[in-house]
């Protein structure tokens, strides 16, 4: 059993945990991903490392609260167990010989960027760091970005903090300007993926896509993240989940990733009304 270090909530609908998991701990680089099931009868979910303490033996997870699995772990608090944390599972961030980056994360996403972020930092990279978010109020990690990047963008959909628009804007203007990168880095939402990879190709910028949005099972049985890049099969979960950004189909994943929205709305609703007849 895993025990759970720390709880915190970092918005109304996303939290983040510390699992002690010495092994994973030692081991867990960034980008890389974990399985975890919360109980003994929980569906096994892949979720990202976002931060490791090789000392304490403790990996940072951070999730969003969107089905009956992660509702079940959110249940759960400090001082309590998860039934199976395994990993570090997929494949590392490349990330040598970068002097100069931009990563660019949207939503929940930009838990799988801050590691990333902290990587390119420690390693003496010059790091520009684009967030985005639909409103003031999901915003999370601001500061954590703020002390691992030399230059910082946040913005929101509605304007109520930072700056008014999409993490495209900011990007475009610094490539218009001249800006250039070594590499840039893009995790979030697939249609935000999708129009950061336009953006870059259009200046011959090397961009990489993390696929981790359209991981299921994380072995590569299940098929859920398969998908084509340069017109051949990859699965997100065994071949990547970083993969070439100007390459990636994503007409085709956005397609794939709304195949489990209504079984994911009928396990939400499950556990919803298990939760009220427990709580009478």
Known sequence: MYRILKKKSLNPTVTLMEIEAPFVARKARA?????LRADERGERIPLTVAGTNKETGAVTIIFQIVG????????????????????????????????KACVVGGGVGCAIALPIVRE???????????????????????????????KFVMMTDDGSYGEKGNVTVPLKAMLE??????????????????????ATKEYNIPTIASMN?????????????????????????VD?????????????????????????????????????????
């Open 31 to 35: 980008g890389q991903f974990i399985i």
């Open 213 to 237: 949005p359209i991981m299921i099972d994380g072995t590569g049985m299940c098929g859920g993240c398969r998908l084509t890049v340069g017109g051949e099969t990859k699965f997100a979960c």
């Open 120 to 150: 390119l930092h420690e390693m003496g990279c010059n790091v520009t760091s684009i967030v985005g978010f639909r409103n003031k109020d999901l915003v999370i990690l601001e500061d954590e970005f703020k002390a691992a990047s030399d």
């Open 177 to 198: 300007a001249g800006e250039t990168f070594d590499k840039v880095i893009t995790i979030g939402p697939l249609v935000m993926m999708k129009f950061v990879a336009l």
């Open 68 to 99: 009956g699995a992660t509702m079940t772990l959110n249940s759960l608090n400090e001082g309590d167990c998860v039934a199976d944390f395994v990993g570090p599972l997929g494949n590392p961030t490349e990330v040598e010989g970068i002097q």
């Open 240 to 280: 990547g989940p970083d993969f070439d950004a100007h390459l990636i189909d994503y007409d085709e994943a956005m397609k794939r990733s709304r195949t489990y929205q209504e079984f994911e709305a009928k396990a939400r609703e499950r556990h919803c009304n298990l939760f009220k007849k427990e709580v009478r």
